[in-house]
């Protein structure tokens, strides 16, 4: 049976829309089936790129019917009622459209390949000043990180970075609100000029400029891909990007689910290896279409069967596990859900809970999040050409993205699955994760040994410093000092390395001293330890 129903919403809040007003309205169309399209499985090169096809080859994921882009006919058939195709859906078999006349959709409704509609959003065009602003919807050697160097060095990502492991070769699709000044922004300059924005597409408004929209996508590629020497280096400085716009910052409506899954099938079709959405949905302008706990079982939401595709054809999905943690929702949100998605929670530079961060378990029972990234004092690009700290699981999951692109880079016989599974194992919880950190910090050099087999050896974290607070002098004691040679650095809160460093030698080590501590200003510092085979950081106070 068709489903025809038109919300009742679609008569309300007229008050406020005036007589040169325009009113908009975006519907999903499902279809039953892609019965005389004239696409094949065994030609796949008409609808995906030879990178994505590869994909599929190396990991021996076959080629489907959800791989079929949306019957064409089916297309032709609505613009022939006079409604504008905004974008299609081949996995959930679908079309997205607008018209400012909610009628048109009784006659689409009654077509014979339509199984069901549904209204996504309604828009009020303003003729003149009303038009509504975008609002942030976020506060605010080897490489030399700058800022940037607490949030890559809790997990040893400086390390892959020594190795020559900065994710060339990788593709990263992120998919945000906008990428405000990113074509002009210094913490992209060397993206541009070595081509590695691949290129750009707006689902909201189709053939917007991306670059003309919300800063947070902008703030999320610098996380990621920015590159200013002593003030920001990002987790994969290396990695080529594609950004798409999926999500309206000015509103919160399901259409963006329905953006995202259309976004996420074209990375899929350009062949991107990882996508990072700094996204998450629960909650609606409209509250009729909120969520319950209960739709966060890995399987109900539209854009959690969405991202679950995207990652049964080979693409590793990372998501923001949501900002909810100290709010009524308190549990993860869509599509960090998904079983087979890496959902980030937050946590500070020094491995603390943030207690915004959202919280599991996904309604199933799943263990969510899957891990933790730095989300509060993070630094980023901002719109007015400096570096400064943000605050968010918006923030956690690029590094989380990066710093897998770099991981996967130096091991490309992987699955994605297997990607989750070696960062999962290499995290500072695993084997007892919880539902407010998952399985931990991930730690790439412990990943590292992993896949290579090496023995994985780093100071235990019974380990101590002290007298701390310090004035001149501090002791570190341990037990797993065997190596002839111990690298110390000490960083300040901000990720700035300072003077006292220094290399020790000797073997079978239980303590060694670090002197001069008096030429340090009082406050919170890092102290870096890096062994043959591992490094950790610890922080202590100067009075």
Same mark, same amino acid.
């Given at each position: ?35 005389? /399209? ?25 080629? /489907? ?181 999926? =999500?309206?910052?000015?509103?919160? #409506?399901?259409?963006? =689910? ?30 009729? #279409? ?166 994985? /050896? ?23 000092? /065997? =190596? ?26 239980? =303590? ?32």
């Amino acid at each position: 049976m068709k489903n025809t129903f038109i919300s009742i919403l679609f008569i309300l809040f007229v008050n406020n829309v005036n007589s040169q007003d325009s009113i908009i309205h975006k519907f999903q169309v499902a279809f039953t089936d892609k019965d005389g /399209t004239p696409f094949t499985i065994e030609n796949p090169s008409e609808y995906l790129s030879e990178r994505s096809i590869e994909r599929r080859s190396r990991f021996s994921i076959p080629i /489907t019917e959800s791989d079929l882009p949306v019957n064409p006919a089916y297309i032709d058939a609505l613009k022939n009622l006079d409604v504008k195709v905004l974008h299609t859906s081949k996995w959930l078999n679908s079309a997205v459209i607008e018209t400012p006349d909610s009628s048109k959709i009784h006659p689409i409704s009654e077509l014979s390949f339509v199984s069901s509609t549904m209204h996504l959003s309604r828009n009020v065009i303003y003729s003149g000043s009303k038009r509504k602003a975008l609002t942030d919807k976020f506060g605010y050697e080897s490489m030399d990180y700058g800022l940037a160097a607490a949030q890559i060095m809790l997990h040893q990502g400086d390390k892959l970075h020594d190795w020559g492991f900065t994710g060339q070769d990788m593709v990263i699709a992120v998919l945000d609100a906008g990428f405000y000044y990113v074509d002009s922004l210094r913490a992209f300059d060397s993206l541009r000029l070595n081509g590695q924005i691949l290129g750009t597409k707006d689902f909201v408004k189709p053939g917007n400029n991306v670059y003309r929209e919300h800063d947070h996508g902008m703030s999320v590629l610098s996380i990621m891909g920015g590159n200013i020497p002593g003030e920001l280096i990002g987790a994969a400085p290396g990695a080529s990007y594609w950004l798409l716009r999926s =999500e309206d910052g000015s509103s919160e #409506q399901k259409i963006e =689910e329905l953006n995202w899954v259309a976004a996420a099938e074209f990375a899929d079709s350009v062949g991107a290896d990882i996508i990072n959405s700094s996204l998450g949905y629960s909650e609606f302008n409209d509250s009729l #279409q909120n969520y319950k706990y209960d739709d966060m079982d890995g399987n109900t939401t539209l854009v959690t069967r969405g991202a679950d595709m995207a990652a049964s054809k080979g693409i590793l999905v990372v998501a923001s596990a949501g900002n909810s943690g100290n709010k009524d929702w308190f549990y993860i949100i869509a599509p960090a859900d998904g079983d087979s998605v890496i959902a980030v929670g937050a946590v500070d530079p020094f491995m603390n809970y943030v207690p915004f961060s959202s919280h599991g378990p996904t309604s199933d029972g799943r263990i969510k999040p899957n891990m933790v990234a730095t989300g509060s004092g993070t630094f980023v690009q901002r719109i007015d050409g400096s570096i400064g700290p943000g605050a968010g699981t918006s923030f956690s999951a690029p590094i989380i993205s990066g710093l897998a692109a770099c991981l996967w880079q130096k091991f490309p016989e992987l699955s994605n699955y297997e990607i989750i599974k070696t960062l999962e194992q290499s995290s500072s919880l695993y084997p007892y994760p919880d539902n407010t950190m998952g399985y931990g910090a991930p730690n790439l050099t412990v990943a590292n040994d992993i896949l290579t087999g090496h023995s994985v /050896t780093i100071p235990p974290e019974g380990y101590t410093i002290y007298p701390n607070p310090a004035e001149s002098v501090i002791f570190v004691s341990g037990s797993s000092y /065997t =190596e002839h040679l111990i690298q110390y650095d000490i960083y300040d809160l901000t990720g700035r390395k300072t003077n006292l460093c220094g290399l020790i030698t000797g073997k079978d080590m239980t =303590e060694f001293e670090i002197q001069s501590l008096d030429k340090l200003i009082p406050g919170i510092y890092i102290l870096k330890i890096t062994t043959e085979n591992a490094s950790h950081t610890v922080k202590f106070v100067k009075k």
